[in-house]
């Protein structure tokens, strides 16, 4: 018996890194030496003391059952003096902090817990693919604001049909941006909460580069801006922040009836985390060893970056060393128009598997995305190999 999907699945297809996967495994049976430099995810193991509290809490035999629906108290409360140290932002444990299965499945159920049919959501483009997924699965219709270049990559909210905002429920930013890599102007964050009080509007905020920063920035979070909890959330993660992204651990805070929703939502869903996984967290939420660990690191990644930028000068291609994320977002080379079929043929000439912008939306045809999740060596090798085939 073939088995039909239901219709709100019926337009998606696999996801754009599973199928590369494939390809790439392909390749590399037929004997190609493939370097990946698409996925943004850290190749880097967590801090030791974090493993450490992960397998004594997990040799302990009281730990092993389910834990509390959300998160335990510990785990909200770590949340909260993590904000309270990094932010200046206080928050309500019980209330304002959600514990979120890595950030991803928190962005995917907000849109499920606050949308409905006819409903907009106001989404970046390029941005995160989950944004629009969450937002057609809900049933609910996107709008995509454009970010170009020639504003810093950044929404023009102003631009927005009033039409449009009459429908908008929610707000979606991502700073610092993936893929782009921009960084937002705390005036910036002023204005949106300005926006969406005025449009009575939920601001999703998704901030897992904001401790993934170089030559001294400082990332901000929107809960920064006086009053932003009565019309915003955000959604921060250990994966970026500590190289946990197999922990899968994230959490969703700020305004209460948003948390609570998701909260309602995800009780349906899931039975929350290991916890042993928890208190790695935990650890890594609170110790005080974990911010000479994050420079340690950035100076690593921050390697890597100057790396991919005088690499693809030395290409003639005109690139701006971004000041935070794990990604170099570039331009295609002068005569290239498609980047899914510049990436292909780097793929199978250069043996270099990038990601193409218009994967993650319209406005992101024209650039590449290079990931710096990659051994420092490998990344070396992947540019000079790209560089040359250019230069061909």
Request: with cysteine; net charge negative; hydrophobic share 40%.
């Amino acid at each position: 018996m073939k088995v039909p999907p239901a219709d709100r699945l019926a337009g998606f297809g696999a996801y754009f890194f599973a199928q590369l996967g494939q390809r790439i495994a392909a390749l590399r049976a037929e004997g190609k030496d493939i370097i990946r430099v698409d996925i943004g995810a850290p190749d880097m193991p967590p801090p030791d003391f974090v493993i450490e509290a992960l397998v004594e809490e997990a040799r302990r035999p009281d730990t092993h059952s389910y834990t509390t629906y959300g998160g335990t108290p510990e785990f909200k409360q770590a949340v909260a003096q993590f904000y309270k140290k990094r932010f200046g932002v206080e928050l309500d444990p019980a209330r304002e902090v959600l514990a979120l299965i890595g950030s991803k499945e928190g962005l995917f159920h907000l849109s499920q817990a606050i949308l409905n049919p006819g409903d907009v959501a106001l989404i970046p483009d390029p941005g995160y693919p989950t944004y629009r997924s969450g937002t057609l699965l809900a049933g609910a219709e996107p709008y995509f604001m454009p970010l170009l270049e020639s504003n810093g990559f950044l929404p023009d909210l102003e631009a927005i049909p009033a039409d449009v905002l009459a429908r908008a429920r929610i707000l979606w930013l991502n700073y610092p941006n993936n893929p782009t890599s921009a960084v937002a102007p705390f005036s910036f964050f002023e204005d949106v909460i300005a926006f969406a009080r005025e449009h009575n509007i939920l601001v999703a905020h998704d901030a897992p580069y904001a401790d993934v920063t170089y030559d001294g920035y400082r990332a901000h979070s929107i809960l920064e801006v006086p009053g932003a909890k009565d019309v915003a959330v955000e959604f921060n993660s250990h994966s970026k922040a500590f190289n946990m992204a197999g922990w899968r651990l994230g959490m969703l805070v700020g305004n209460a009836d948003a948390v609570r929703h998701v909260h309602v939502y995800k009780s349906q869903v899931d039975t929350s985390h290991f916890q042993p996984v928890l208190k790695g967290g935990i650890v890594a939420l609170t110790d005080d060893r974990i911010r000479d660990w994050i420079a340690q690191r950035n100076a690593i990644y921050q390697e890597r970056r100057d790396i991919v930028v005088s690499a693809l000068r030395s290409a003639g291609i005109k690139v701006s060393p971004p000041k935070a994320s794990l990604y170099v977002w570039y331009p295609l080379p002068e005569g290239e128009t498609d980047s899914k079929a510049f990436c292909s043929r780097a793929l199978e000439e250069a043996g270099v598997s990038m990601t193409p912008g218009r994967v993650f939306g319209a406005h992101g045809e024209g650039y590449v995305r290079v990931s710096l999740g990659t051994k420092t060596d490998a990344l070396k090798e992947a540019m000079e190999r790209l560089v040359a085939w250019l230069k061909k």
